[in-house]
């Protein structure tokens, strides 16, 4: 079975007013228990639940601790390519932007490396658009040896591929994948998505099960707030999750909270979610799941983040650059999203510090993958 | 009302199911069978006359159309020979279904767990509906998944022990875990620890010992009967928890918020 057919029983209006229907009595049942449902996360999610904001702070923060330490492990993106061959509506490097295409040779990646390395980095995720042409796969099995040598940990953000290509880009050192479902109402999804291969709902949402079966030890979820009803997406990436986790049990898993930013071209958020939500659906998320991975990275701003360190998240980006060559080669590209917090990976490191959290900057071994 | 439990191609409307073995009679077996209401009843292959089927006293007496069978290869030592049971069972009985058993050590009857797994991929290879008992290893219950059992029986504890549900925490693991159903087969001695089993989320609890040696076991089966839909029914009305939690005045963590 693979997910679709399970999230064919689920229909999105319905999930959306059941959300907005929880009651303070759903919350505070959930609050209290032990081992959360998926109904209990919709009630922690839900507008009924901001006025308990303060005490799922604590119990996030207490879980965090209980599972996680006080530790926050540390990332950079380093972006490949912005050629793209699909239309997204939210995105800078959408096909349809006229803007300067850039794909990094051998070289260029190298010397992107070495700035990367120079600030301490030894967690990297990789990040390009879709276009087979110039980013498929045989890029990738050229580039990965290089980066390999230079990284304990690497991550890949690229277009859903093929189990067999999970299983080739694994033996190559890949340990963990992020694929994003944008948004789970498979009618905006296809208004936001009207053209090349990620018009293809379906594909995408099964992503994770080729994923899971390729044996790739991480895999995060995410859905783009604001794209559509953030409460009802963060919903179905639950559900998500919780078959995910069944059906791939030898797997972890991550979660991400990328808000719609402005950009060249930009479209307005269907709906705005505020600094008080996105705490309300970290935490949310925390108290639902002791064990997954909650990511933040430099879209949000510095004082933001300096307080989420301590609410549920467990690993940051700093010093990020969202555009192919920014570290080294190009640095005055086009962003494919606006960072709002410019602060260095060290001054980041030091905001971790003071928060009494230990910044970790290596936490694998390409050897545990290595057979 | 519960809701029914599916298990492979049959669905079943309790969630009690029971055994055959240290009845004080055939007789006293078959009525607390009825009045427990199960419809799913293992029977020892070791207890059957299996090449004259049709004299066999015990299977007469099983011989209700709501009672479905489920014979077991309890007192095989090794994976082989479990299959070579499974196979006379499957024969004899006429069922395909199987409740994998494999206790080398006779003393505590503790489930092998690497032979079991073994079992369990060869026979589902043979078209066995397989339902294994084992520790309650949640490792071991999704090892098992993958090859293909039907459902999984951990152990509450020792069996024939009346001990309850000594295995709690790994047991919880293993309901949140698992995309088959979680029968708590053994250790299961009072109905408030069935209804327990029910509560935590077990999808069905297998009760013998504490049926069988019970002074009136017809009347201990009603009782087990009842817990076990009372426990289940409280674990899908997910009304159990509400503790309550104060209200916190003041907002150290989310005070930021009012400044940004």
Known sequence: MLFTEYFNYYQWDIEQASIYAKTTEDVVRALAKNNRTYEDFK??????????????????????????????????????SNECQNICTYCGFSLDNKIPR????????????????????????????????????????????????????????????DEE?????????????????????????????????????????????????????????????????????SAFTALHLQYLEKQYWQSRFSISFPRLRPHIGGLEPKTIITDRELVQLICAWRIFNSDIELSMSTRESASFRDNIIKLGITSISAGSKTNPG????????????????GRSPVEIAAVIQKAGYDPVWKDWDPALQAI | MNQPLKIADKTFSSRLFTGTGKFSSIKVMEEAILASGSE?????????????????????????????LLPNT?????????????????????????????HPDPKYLMPDPIETLKAAEALIKLDFIVLPYCHADPVLCKRLEGV???????????????????TLAMLEIIIQQSTVPVIIDAGIGKPSQAAQAMEIGAD?????????????????????????????????????????????????????????
Request: net charge negative; charged share 20%; proline share 4%.
């Open chain 1, 43 to 80: 009630s922690l999610i839900s507008p009924a639940a901001l006025p308990f904001l303060e005490q799922m702070a604590r119990l996030s923060q207490r879980e965090t601790q209980k599972r996680f330490g006080k530790t926050i492990q540390l990332y950079a993106p380093l972006y490949l």
């Open chain 1, 102 to 161: 850039k794909t990094l040779t051998a070289l260029e990646v190298l010397q992107e490396i070495a700035v990367l390395k120079e600030m301490g980095y030894q967690h990297v995720l990789l990040v390009t658009g879709e276009a087979q042409q110039q980013v498929g796969m045989d890029y990738f099995k050229q580039m990965l040896p290089l980066i390999k040598k230079h990284f304990a940990h690497i991550a890949l953000e690229v277009q859903p591929l």
């Open chain 1, 165 to 233: 290509d999970y299983l080739t880009l694994h033996t190559l050192g890949v340990n963990t994948v992020l694929v994003y479902q944008e948004t789970y109402h498979r009618e905006d999804y296809r208004l936001h998505h009207p053209k090349g291969k990620k018009s293809n709902f379906n594909y995408r949402l099964e992503t994770p099960d080729r994923l899971g079966r390729a044996g790739i030890h991480k895999i995060g979820l995410g859905a783009l707030l604001g794209l559509d009803d953030w409460r009802t997406d």
């Open chain 1, 326 to 341: 920014g570290y080294a080669v190009e640095p005055q590209s086009l962003e494919q999203f606006e960072i709002d917090d």
């Open chain 2, 40 to 68: 799913l009843v293992t029977v020892a292959l070791k207890r059957v006359a299996h090449q004259q089927i049709e004299n066999d006293q015990l299977l007469a007496h099983l011989n209700h159309d709501h009672i479905n």
């Open chain 2, 74 to 102: 309890s007192g095989v030592r090794t994976a082989k020979e479990a299959v070579y049971a499974a196979e006379l069972a499957r024969e004899a009985l006429e069922t395909n279904w199987l409740k994998l058993e494999i």
């Open chain 2, 148 to 166: 293909g059992v039907s459902a999984v029986m951990p152990l509450g504890a020792p069996i024939g022990s009346n001990q309850g549900l000594t």
């Open chain 2, 204 to 260: 069905a609890v297998l009760v013998n010992t504490a049926l069988a040696t019970a002074n009136d076991p017809i009347a201990m089966a009603i009782a087990f009967k009842q817990a076990v839909e009372a426990g289940r029914l409280a674990y899908e009305s997910a009304g159990l928890t509400p503790i309550s939690n104060n209200a916190v005045a003041s907002s150290p963590l989310t005070s930021f918020l009012n400044t940004i």
